[in-house]
């Protein structure tokens, strides 16, 4: 274990006795370089101990993301290691975001501080992009290109519905994207504006939902994309 990491425990992180606080005790690690000598109970109830574990969970899943990152970045883990494990840590950290009541961008962050948390990479690809960097790899296969417009039309076809949850919204859009970066026509005109859209839902409550206003803005950015993706093949 690095210095400033909080103590290990857990479904990522092993078992221990708890501390006065995860905070405090990155604290004196980071002072002492090692765990303080005396140990106390933090959790007074096994409800207290659950809020713990799933703060320790979404801390260590930030953690992995960054060090997933700077070895994809290093060359030392192969394209298709890489995605599947990004794929893996991006659905837990969704899932543990709903868990914890952590949801938004801004909340986020502030856990990041508060725990000490310093991965760049990290809140990059969890908070900003959403979606892992496979590359070019699978670049004009014709089943890509299906993929994506088959995201299209559901994503479209849901607003039409007046899907408007986030929770709803978000893992579609994701797709979405995850999918157009694996075409080789994924640099259309409009991408962007699907980029700025999922960078929008990813810093947005689970329990928020998209305003009138958003939901028609949504929907035409959506289909000028689609025309120009067909445009571009």
Not at 78 to 102: M, N, P
Not at 119 to 134: Q, S
Request: charged share 25%; glycine share 6%; aromatic share 8%.
């Amino acid at each position: 274990m690095m210095n400033g990491d909080p103590p290990s425990y857990g479904s990522h992180m092993g078992n221990m006795v708890f501390t006065d606080s995860i905070r405090g005790l990155t604290k004196s690690m980071m002072q002492t370089g090692g765990y303080p000598s005396r140990k106390i109970r933090l959790a007074s109830n096994n409800r207290e101990k659950e809020i713990f574990d799933e703060k320790a969970n979404l801390y260590s899943i930030i953690k992995t993301t960054n060090a997933l990152e700077k070895a994809y970045s290093n060359d030392a883990i192969s394209i298709d290691e890489y995605q599947s494990e990004c794929s893996k840590l991006i659905g837990q950290f969704h899932t543990a975001k709903r868990i914890t009541g952590i949801n938004s961008a801004e909340e986020i962050k502030k856990f990041m501080n508060e725990y000490s948390l310093v991965c760049r990479a990290a809140e990059f690809r969890l908070l900003e992009v959403g979606i892992p960097d496979v590359g070019k790899n699978m670049a004009g296969d014709a089943r890509i290109v299906s993929e994506v417009v088959a995201h299209f039309i559901t994503l479209m076809d849901s607003l039409k519905l007046n899907m408007v949850a986030i929770d709803e919204i978000q893992p579609l859009f994701s797709q979405l994207m995850e999918s157009l970066s694996r075409c080789s026509s994924s640099n259309f005109e409009d991408s962007g504006r699907l980029q700025n859209w999922l960078i929008t839902l990813n810093s947005m409550k689970a329990t928020d939902e998209l305003n009138t206003d958003q939901s028609r803005q949504m929907l035409l950015d959506l289909e000028n994309a689609y025309t120009s993706f067909h445009n571009s093949l």
